[in-house]
């Protein structure tokens, strides 16, 4: 077991940024030369899914396995069965998991696998998002999820942001709200993202923030 690698999922609700976070988590490593593997859980829901990014990854080398029908106009996507060696992987493999209780169905299925393994499940949250801007609401989703999944979370990750808007304040608003959603769901604050760009020039960065790049953005966007 002490030969196998990283198994890192990350849940929550839709639009709490889930996709973005996987990205950079999965890019930094490959960055330090790591070979690494994305796994898209979400066959639930079309947009802003890891599979979306595939030349992006691809550019880093880094590995993807979607859903076997993900990127056509097919509704019935399926995991395919290359899906179970990255229980045997040596390297980092990071899972993006569908949003809420039906999108945690797929990690269900993967429950037996999943139990004989170390990993850490990340819940993602943002407290801009409609239908889980409170603590509660986020901890009752987290409920779901993992009833849904039959796994349990591991921490805790702020990922409060008003995409392009996002400033510093924003981030730091937000932190209060975290902690007490952490608390309900009684799971550590990992840490809170902040997009680069909303890193303001020569300050210092606050403990416990991790700079994110915004790889996902609207079909509008350039």
Same mark, same amino acid.
């Given at each position: ?23 950079? !988590? #999965?890019?930094? $490593? ?27 990854? $691809?550019?880093?080398?880094?590995? !993807? ?23 045997? /992987?040596? @390297?980092?493999?990071? %899972?993006?998991? *569908? *949003? ?7 990690? *269900? *299925? ?20 409609? %239908? ?9 989703? !987290? ?5 849904? /999944? ?11 942001? %008003? ?18 959603? #952490?608390? !309900? ?19 210092? %960065? ?10 996902? $953005?609207?079909?509008?966007? @350039?």
């Amino acid at each position: 077991m002490g030969n196998r690698g990283k198994l890192t999922v990350i849940c929550g609700h839709y639009g709490c940024g889930k996709t973005n976070l996987t990205l950079n !988590l #999965a890019l930094n $490593k490959a960055k330090e030369g790591r070979q690494v593997t994305v796994v898209d859980l979400d066959i639930v829901n079309p947009y802003f899914r890891s599979s979306e990014y595939r030349e992006l990854l $691809k550019r880093y080398g880094v590995r !993807l396995i979607a859903p076997v029908f993900a990127g056509t106009t097919l509704d019935t996507p399926t995991l395919p069965p290359e899906i179970y060696s990255i229980f045997e /992987s040596e @390297d980092p493999v990071f %899972l993006d998991a *569908g *949003g809420d209780d039906a999108g945690a169905v797929a990690l *269900g *299925g993967l429950f037996e696998q999943f139990s004989q393994r170390e990993y850490e499940m990340l819940y993602v949250i943002n407290r801009y998002r409609i %239908l889980s801007q409170t603590p509660g609401e986020n901890a009752q989703l !987290l409920r779901e999820i993992e009833a849904a /999944s039959r796994l349990r979370a591991t921490g805790v990750v702020n990922n409060s942001h %008003l995409g392009v808007e996002t400033t510093l304040s924003t981030v730091l608003s937000a932190l209060p709200f975290a902690e007490e959603t #952490a608390k !309900l769901c009684m799971l550590p604050l990992c840490y809170s993202t902040i997009p680069n760009f909303a890193i303001e020039e020569g300050a210092a %960065l606050p403990k416990g923030l991790l700079p994110v790049e915004r790889y996902v $953005k609207f079909s509008w966007e @350039d």
